[in-house]
């Protein structure tokens, strides 16, 4: 048995992967195992990894099923105490699973470490992430509050992972997410202030793509998780139906396009006023005076103004010659 197994899965990703992997491999903390899924993947990523032709690093390659049977194929044959995942085109600083491991065992009630990434792009632009606004999960607030951490730099225990049956397949582009919920109820969700990744961003990437859906799917797991709290399980065969059952429609839509439209904020977009009217404002009459839907309110007005002060916190201190922080 090994410490660490930390599990990258791959399609097509050959232009990072090396230097994904050799960032693993260079780690300071030297008791881990590396699995590499190549998730049928039509350029030379799996040559890449054997390549390395390292001991530690095991490489899967499979048909073509997607992030989520890559992920759970890779915790099946998984020897650690502990997973970390590592995505094919991030880089890991030499340090993280040292930071990580000693973390977790300094804190047996936290289920789940994270910490500070700092992304870059093609222009080398950085900016500095926990992938999070919350500390704690509390379920029964409207919206939710939930705990995450940037799913590439995360490190979990394995048991826990395992006795919730790994990654679910139910909620695209939002597996994480719905993870980080399932996980709650079993610790902390944690994010020291220690910088364990850098991520690049760029136009190609699933998470931008695919915004929209994936923050559809993001709520409907949060209705999910509400939902299994008060009846212990529900059946996933109609997850939009269960949904309706935990917050109407006239609620529900409002909240993704809110949800939606903070995503955009957030990357980087232009503030669309009429955008941002028509979630906080446009609803039945019945709806927008629910307490429910003013916590809504408050939230998407608490959002932009928290984006507008980070913003002018950030030109200011670039106009001094300092980093953000």
Not at 20 to 36: C, Y
Not at 67 to 87: E, F, H, P, S, T
Not at 92 to 106: A, T
């Amino acid at each position: 048995m090994v410490s660490v197994s930390c599990v990258l899965p791959v399609f097509n990703g050959a232009n990072f992967l090396g230097e994904a992997i050799r960032s693993v491999l260079d780690q300071t903390f030297s008791d881990f195992e590396l699995i590499v899924v190549d998730d049928g993947s039509t350029d030379n990523s799996a040559e890449i990894a054997a390549s390395f032709q390292d001991s530690r690093i095991t490489i899967l390659k499979r048909t073509n099923a997607g992030i989520v049977a890559a992920l759970n194929a890779g915790l099946q044959v998984a020897r650690g105490k502990y997973i970390a995942r590592m995505d094919a085109d991030d880089i890991s600083v030499p340090n993280r699973f040292e930071k990580q491991v000693e973390y977790l065992e300094l804190h047996p009630a936290c289920v789940l470490v994270g910490g500070l990434a700092q992304g870059f792009d093609e222009q080398g632009k950085e900016g500095f992430t926990t992938g999070g606004r919350h500390t704690q999960t509390d379920l029964s607030c409207f919206p939710p509050k939930v705990a995450v951490s940037l799913h590439p730099l995360i490190m979990i225990r394995a048991d826990i992972l395992r006795s919730i049956g790994g990654y679910r397949a139910h909620f695209k582009h939002a597996e994480d997410y719905d993870l980080y919920l399932r996980l709650a109820i079993y610790g902390s969700i944690d994010n020291p202030s220690e910088l364990m990744l850098f991520y690049r961003r760029h136009a190609s990437a699933m998470s931008i793509q695919n915004l929209a859906e994936q923050e559809r799917n993001a709520a409907l797991s949060e209705a999910i998780a509400i939902a299994e709290l008060r009846h212990g399980s529900v059946l996933l065969e109609d997850v939009e139906g269960t949904a309706r059952a935990v917050w109407p429609a006239s609620l529900f839509e409002p909240y993704v396009r809110f949800r939606i439209w903070r995503r955009n904020l957030v990357a980087g977009g232009e503030i669309n006023w009429r955008v941002f009217l028509g979630v906080v404002l446009n609803l039945s009459p019945g709806t927008i005076f629910s307490s429910s839907y003013f916590g809504l309110r408050v939230r998407a007005c608490g959002s932009l103004i928290k984006l507008l002060v980070g913003r002018y916190k950030v030109q200011l201190q670039k106009g001094r010659g300092r980093r953000p922080s």
